[in-house]
Each structure stands twice: as structure tokens, then as C-alpha cells.
């Protein structure tokens, strides 16, 4: 049985309370799960970038709108472990530790934020290194790590494969606020470097991706590691 962090993108998983893809992901997951010791970090989505504008229209500071953020995530983390039922430990992790400890038991382990000043990214990246993790997952909505935002930019190139000192490179000129919305954060990228724990960025608007990259091997993503190697299939 190996051990697999996923990042589970807010957007992806909870673009909207209305257009949630819980249903869609659970089987999925399940299936994960049965098959290996799975946890998941999800992400706030865009309730937690209304709440995050709500509070800075109101004056409220970065720190405390971040706070607000993980609110949202354990939220939505909240929904999942429901919605998993009996595949999932009961409750929400609210540390790496936690996590770590519910993971005795041998279920899926669903967690969000932590600390303000990061994303669930980072929280996803410590806990593959505090678990020692065989990959680490980052499901979002672009298929890997491309040298610009591909949605704004029409020459962006996307990399199949990265040295954790080149994602550091790139992610490292975006700026910290609040709701912030790229690939990964510098947190996370430098995370990542330390560990040496390989990370799979790949696109997750079809939870069907995901089953495939994890069973099959099969897709189209970024892979960031040490040595060219390929993560997938586990
Ligand atoms: P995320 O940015 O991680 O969720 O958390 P997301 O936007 O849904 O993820 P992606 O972009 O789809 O992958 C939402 C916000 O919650 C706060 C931050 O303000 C973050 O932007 N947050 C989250 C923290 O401050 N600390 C955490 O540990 C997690």
C-alpha cells in the first residue's frame, strides 16, 4: 500500500456551493483509497475567494481574510468527509499531526488549511513530507506547470518535467495575498524541493484524469522531481 497526498483544488472540487463535483469525486477517490493510503487537502474554491473579497471590502487585514479562508476549506473538507461516508476518518484533520494520527486507522484522511500566509498547496506539500508520502498530487484546473498563465497568455509552453530548483524559479514571482490563485505557492514549491518528494500537477476538471494518471499512468501533466523519473502509475 503506498501513501498519496492529493491536492484537491477548491476550484475543482467546489468551484460554487452549486456547481460542486463532490459526487463526481467520491468514486473516484473511493477507489483510490481502497487501493492505497490516501489523504487529501482541499482547497476553498471561489466561497472562499467570495468570503476573502466580502472581508477586504469591509477593511478586514490579509491575515484575518486568510482565516476566513481556512474556514472555508475545513468546510468544504467537512462536505467530503460526509460525502465519503465510511471510507473516510470521521473528522476533519486540523493538523499534519492529526492527520498522521487518523491515518492509524487506516481510512482516507481529509484535511484543509492550517496556517495563515500560505494555501492548502503547502499544507498538502508538508504533510507528503510528514507522511513521507510516494507522491504528491496537485489536482487542478490547468493540465501541469506551463512558463506563463496559459489562460492569459497564448504562448505559454507547458513543461512535462521540472527540477524543484526550476518550479521554485517559476512559481517564486507570484505575489502573497489573500485568495491567491496560481499553480502552486512558494511555499509549497520550496517544500517540495526539500522533500524530494516527486509532485504530479495535473488537470482535474475530469475526476476521470485522475483515476487514470493514478491507475494507468495515463496523462497529461507536469511532473516535478529530483532525477526524470515517472511517479505514476503507483
Ligand atoms: P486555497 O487557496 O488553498 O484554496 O485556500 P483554493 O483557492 O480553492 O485552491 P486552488 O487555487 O483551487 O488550488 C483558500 C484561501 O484560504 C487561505 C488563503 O487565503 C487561501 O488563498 N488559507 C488556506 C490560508 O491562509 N492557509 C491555509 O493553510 C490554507
Redesign the pocket.
Given at each position: 500500500m503506498k501513501k498519496v497526498v492529493i491536492?484537491l483544488?477548491?476550484?475543482?472540487l467546489?468551484p460554487s456551493l452549486e456547481k460542486n463535483k463532490i459526487q463526481l469525486y467520491v468514486p473516484v477517490l473511493r477507489e483510490i483509497a481502497s487501493r492505497h493510503q490516501l489523504f487529501i487537502v482541499v482547497?476553498?474554491?471561489g466561497e472562499?475567494?467570495r468570503y476573502?473579497d466580502a472581508a477586504r471590502r469591509l477593511g478586514i487585514d490579509e491575515g484575518t481574510?486568510?482565516?476566513?479562508?481556512?474556514l472555508?476549506?475545513r468546510l468544504n473538507a467537512t462536505m467530503l468527509v460526509a460525502a465519503m461516508g465510511d471510507d473516510a476518518y470521521p473528522r476533519v484533520a486540523e493538523s499534519h499531526a492529526e492527520a498522521k494520527k487518523f491515518a492509524e486507522h487506516k481510512k482516507c484522511v481529509i484535511m484543509?488549511?492550517?496556517?495563515?500566509?500560505?494555501?492548502?498547496?503547502?499544507?498538502a506539500a508538508v504533510l507528503a513530507e510528514r507522511v513521507q508520502a510516494d507522491v504528491f498530487i496537485?489536482v487542478?484546473?490547468v493540465d501541469g506547470i506551463y512558463s506563463a498563465d496559459p489562460k492569459k497568455d497564448k504562448r505559454a509552453v507547458r513543461y512535462d518535467h521540472l527540477t524543484p530548483r526550476q518550479l521554485i524559479g517559476i512559481v517564486g514571482k507570484a505575489q502573497l495575498?489573500?485568495?491567491?490563485?496560481?499553480v502552486l505557492d512558494i511555499i509549497a514549491a520550496r517544500v517540495v524541493e526539500r522533500s524530494g518528494i516527486p509532485l504530479v500537477v495535473l488537470d482535474g476538471t475530469d475526476p476521470e484524469n485522475l483515476r487514470a494518471a493514478l491507475l494507468s499512468g495515463t496523462y497529461t501533466g507536469t511532473v516535478v522531481s529530483r532525477k526524470k523519473t515517472q511517479p505514476l502509475p503507483l
Open positions: 491536492s483544488g477548491g476550484s475543482i467546489i482547497g476553498g474554491g472562499a475567494r476573502i481574510a486568510d482565516e476566513i479562508g481556512i472555508i476549506t484543509g488549511g492550517i496556517t495563515p500566509g500560505q494555501t492548502t498547496d503547502a499544507v496537485n487542478t484546473s495575498v489573500a485568495g491567491l490563485n496560481t
